[in-house]
């Protein structure tokens, strides 16, 4: 009793220690004399937002800005949904030729997550030019990490046994992949698909910050303008566009389930 006692008062220091190291190295410069000012127009932009910004005829406009950005979402998932099916088969262990074969796959895979979304889309704008094109590529690259390691966990989940009676049978790997592997994993694919663009929808709003089109283009430049009013709008867009698509994904992810 008195080690397990030790034990959990020994973890306790542990994170008192982490939580002052973290305090302890954050610069903190202290609160601006507008802060009250700055964050009560915020709010007065939230409650009273610009709604003939909603829509423009003859420039950009929120639904344009919000179209832009579902564009983006869906370009990147398309993407990513297409090109990590490769490397998930490459990745999961028991479709691999070797551990070795397959913990190369994982390696790449984990390569690739490391990089955010925002960090690629700034290398993207330099290579092919600011706009949504470089938010698509720079969301599409960034989710075949995470879409190809939980396709791989899907494949190494599946009933082995459709397998080997196909192989048993002697059917090619083609009529193996048809019959056997693509019924089991395609309905967990697809779910973790659409979970992923819930991912890109929010990571797109973002991108427009930097240059890389979507609603945060004109985000970015209402908040620089300080006008709040049209910051209220695009946030509530934004927060509209956001749940809605979540309720939608989680109904079509509950029925594949």
């Given at each position: 009793?008195?080690?397990?006692?030790?034990?959990?008062?020994?973890?306790?220091?542990?994170?008192?220690?982490?939580?002052?190291?973290?305090?302890?190295?954050?610069?903190?410069?202290?609160?601006?004399?507008?802060?009250?000012?700055?964050?009560?127009?915020?709010?007065?932009?939230?409650?009273?937002?610009?709604?003939?910004?909603?829509?423009?005829?003859?420039?950009?406009?929120?639904?344009?800005?919000?179209?832009?950005?579902?564009?983006?979402?869906?370009?990147?998932?398309?993407?990513?949904?297409?090109?990590?099916?490769p490397f998930a088969f490459w990745a999961s262990a028991n479709r691999g030729k070797s551990r070795v074969h397959?913990?190369?796959?994982?390696?790449?895979?984990?390569?690739?997550?490391?990089?955010?979304?925002?960090?690629?889309?700034?290398?993207?704008?330099?290579?092919?030019?600011?706009?949504?094109?470089?938010?698509?590529?720079?969301?599409?690259?960034?989710?075949?990490?995470?879409?190809?390691?939980?396709?791989?966990?899907?494949i190494e989940n599946m009933d082995a046994g459709p397998t080997e009676a196909l192989i048993a049978t002697g059917?090619?790997?083609?009529?193996?992949?048809?019959?056997?592997?693509?019924?089991?994993?395609?309905?967990?694919?697809?779910?973790?698909?659409?979970?992923?663009?819930?991912?890109?929808?929010?990571?797109?709003t973002i991108l427009g910050i930097i240059g890389a089109g979507g609603i945060g283009t004109p985000l970015i430049?209402?908040?620089?303008?300080?006008?709040?009013?049209?910051?209220?709008?695009?946030?509530?867009?934004?927060?509209?566009?956001?749940?809605?698509?979540?309720?939608?994904?989680?109904?079509?992810?509950?029925?594949?389930?």
């Amino acid at each position: 009793m008195n080690r397990k006692r030790w034990v959990r008062w020994l973890i306790f220091a542990v994170i008192v220690l982490i939580y002052v190291w973290t305090f302890w190295g954050l610069p903190l410069s202290g609160i601006k004399e507008t802060a009250g000012q700055i964050t009560r127009s915020i709010f007065r932009g939230l409650f009273h937002p610009d709604w003939g910004y909603v829509y423009l005829p003859d420039g950009e406009d929120l639904l344009r800005g919000l179209l832009d950005t579902l564009a983006i979402a869906v370009l990147g998932t398309f993407i990513s949904a297409i090109l990590c099916v490769p490397f998930a088969f490459w990745a999961s262990a028991n479709r691999g030729k070797s551990r070795v074969h397959s913990g190369t796959g994982k390696v790449i895979l984990s390569v690739v997550r490391t990089f955010p979304e925002i960090i690629l889309a700034l290398l993207f704008i330099k290579a092919v030019g600011p706009g949504s094109f470089a938010g698509a590529l720079a969301l599409g690259l960034h989710s075949i990490g995470m879409l190809g390691k939980l396709f791989a966990e899907e494949i190494e989940n599946m009933d082995a046994g459709p397998t080997e009676a196909l192989i048993a049978t002697g059917a090619s790997r083609m009529q193996i992949l048809w019959f056997a592997i693509l019924p089991q994993v395609l309905p967990g694919f697809l779910s973790y698909t659409l979970y992923r663009f819930e991912l890109n929808v929010r990571s797109a709003t973002i991108l427009g910050i930097i240059g890389a089109g979507g609603i945060g283009t004109p985000l970015i430049f209402a908040l620089n303008t300080r006008h709040w009013d049209r910051v209220g709008i695009i946030l509530l867009g934004i927060i509209v566009t956001v749940t809605l698509i979540d309720l939608a994904s989680g109904y079509f992810r509950r029925k594949l389930a």
